[in-house]
């Protein structure tokens, strides 16, 4: 059995402690995947973007055809009211769900009515300063929007990402960049992913083969606003290779430098320090 952090998800109008048993054998996300998520961050009493986040998830299920049944801004109510249950200063994960329950046109179609929500909350370490990671490159590629549901956060699309995880570190690696059906760079397998090059920001361009990440978004205005020269445009990975600065940036762990790209060290440069610090300002505005 799993070793789960303190756990609180709301569902069927109740809150309940721990990995609560939400979905049956004949439930069609359990079955066939009709399952979408979003996961926002409270952190040192902030909240950043969680309104965001919880528009996001409401989007994420019209875009797999189900109906979303809880309005945006209550979901933000009981995200609050329920990271208040964990205390002061904890770390935690919000993570809103939906997914289809019972058939609709044919077996493999969800019933765009019959649908369930939930949210769960969990206490998750934030990643400390001075951490980082290693990346390599994997065979495994994104989709495109006419194969998987590429505009949703969708619990589907992930196994694919951990593939390339895996082959990651069966090699040594923390991560892997990942590239799209025509070989371009689309993003890590856990996060967008930025580069510096002669003082300019690069970030591939978002082409609807990976999800155009709320801190993704959030990131690139806070450095364009601080005089930065940020470009989303085309890369492949050999840019990468030649780049003199890469981060990530993602919900889960924010804003982290890669300090090692195949067998090529780097540093946790001047741009990643300024986004880290840019970011941390930000999210320090919007308090719990």
């Not at 875009?63 to 208040?84: D, F, S, T």
């Not at 990643?127 to 505009?151: H, K, Y």
């Not at 069966?170 to 799209?180: E, H, I, P, T």
Request: proline share 5%; with cysteine; net charge neutral.
């Amino acid at each position: 059995m799993a070793d789960w952090s303190r756990t609180l998800t709301f569902f069927n109008g109740n809150w309940h402690e721990g990995n609560v048993p939400i979905m049956g054998v004949r439930t069609h996300g359990a079955w066939l995947g009709s399952s979408v998520f979003d996961g926002a961050r409270v952190f040192e009493g902030t909240a950043p973007d969680l309104d965001r986040h919880c528009a996001r998830i409401n989007r994420s299920a019209a875009a797999m055809g189900l109906k979303p049944n809880v309005e945006h801004g209550r979901i933000v109510e009981l995200a609050r009211e329920g990271a208040r249950k964990f205390g002061d200063g904890a770390a935690l994960y919000i993570k809103p769900m939906y997914w289809g329950e019972g058939e609709g046109l044919s077996t493999i179609v969800p019933s765009e009515d019959d649908i369930g929500f939930c949210l769960c909350i969990f206490e998750a370490a934030m990643p400390q300063p001075g951490g980082g990671m290693s990346l390599t490159r994997t065979r495994f590629r994104r989709p495109t929007s006419e194969t998987m549901p590429t505009d949703a956060k969708a619990g589907c699309l992930y196994p694919n990402n951990a593939r390339a995880l895996r082959e990651a570190k069966g090699r040594g690696f923390d991560n892997a960049l990942v590239s799209d059906s025509l070989g371009n760079v689309a993003e890590t397998a856990t996060a967008n992913v930025f580069m510096v090059k002669d003082g300019v920001v690069k970030t591939p361009q978002a082409n609807g083969t990976f999800l155009n990440g709320i801190t993704r978004q959030r990131v690139i205005g806070l450095l364009r606003d601080a005089g930065e020269t940020v470009e989303e445009t085309t890369l492949r990975y050999e840019d990468f290779g030649a780049a003199d600065e890469i981060f990530t940036t993602g919900n889960y762990s924010k804003v982290v430098p890669v300090l090692r790209i195949e067998d090529r060290d780097l540093q946790a440069g001047p741009v990643y320090s300024k986004a880290r610090k840019l970011y941390w300002e930000f999210a320090h505005a919007n308090k719990l």
